[in-house]
């Protein structure tokens, strides 16, 4: 397969007043196209920096990331992103909120509009055309914003915990609907969590990364037939996953354990 990104040794220092805080080191990783990669790790490990730093919003301290064949050294704009919020316009309908990067863009919008119709049919918002976003609910915008960013038609699609911010029912089908997309357009997806459930149900590799300084603690190919539905997560060989990837997290003392009942807490 064709490798889509490839990235070598990069690091992120920030400064303070004692002196230089590690949020990522000297991560290395490559992704083929077409592959949907969960970067699943707690809180502070650096995972929104390091996909901030492919996007080019965030300086990296060392190390190189190239898409394709460009080295990213500046803002990149031949990708999509989804951020934790769905960051819509208040006095623009959806139709507007998605077509916005196209106007960011200086694009002719004529071409985008049939597209934007079809994105907003698949997630579920057809006849929401006009709506604005707080007539709509926490999942609705998160579609909305999904939109956005695949309008105009990325070969890679960067995603940082899109899903954090809503209710579990919300969660699953939002889980299901960007499988499906995915699982239609082929696009490279980076997608970031902290829900190892979540990392499991979607993707084809789970990397796992350690507290910080953000490593990589491990690399696990998921093999489960797809389309993978909720009842997925029921499976032995699901839960096997689960377990693995949970027991990483007990030794780096991310997890512990309490009293008798097994109970985990972070």
Not at 243 to 262: D, N, P, S, Y
Request: proline letters at 6%; a neutral charge.
């Amino acid at each position: 397969m064709t490798l889509a990104v490839r990235i070598d040794k990069v690091t992120k220092t920030y400064a303070s007043a004692t002196g230089g805080i590690f949020a990522v080191e000297e991560v290395s990783l490559d992704i083929e196209e077409g592959e949907f990669v969960a970067l699943l790790g707690p809180s502070g490990c650096g995972k929104s920096t390091l996909l901030m730093m492919m996007a080019g919003l965030v300086t990296k301290s060392g190390g190189t990331i190239q898409i394709g064949t460009t080295k990213v050294e500046g803002p990149y704009t031949n990708l999509g992103i989804v951020f934790q919020e769905a960051n819509l316009l208040d006095w623009r309908t959806v139709m507007k909120n998605v077509m916005l990067q196209i106007e960011i863009r200086g694009l002719d919008p004529t071409p985008y509009r049939q597209r934007a119709n079809e994105l907003l049919r698949m997630v579920g918002l057809e006849g929401y055309e006009n709506r604005h976003p707080y007539e709509l609910s926490g999942g609705m915008q998160q579609r909305v914003s999904i939109c956005r960013a695949l309008l105009h038609d990325p070969p890679l699609l960067l995603m940082d915990e899109p899903f954090g911010a809503l209710d579990a029912l919300t969660r699953d089908q939002l889980n299901l609907d960007i499988q499906d997309i995915w699982m239609a357009s082929k696009k490279t997806v980076l997608f970031v969590t902290h829900s190892i459930s979540e990392a499991v149900l979607l993707a084809d590799r789970v990397i796992v990364m350690t507290p910080r300084p953000g490593k990589i603690g491990a690399v696990i190919p998921i093999d489960l037939p797809r389309p993978r539905q909720l009842g997925t997560r029921e499976t032995p060989a699901f839960g096997a996953y689960a377990k693995r990837i949970r027991g990483m997290f007990e030794e780096w003392g991310v997890l512990r354990q309490h009293g008798e009942t097994g109970e985990v807490k972070p």
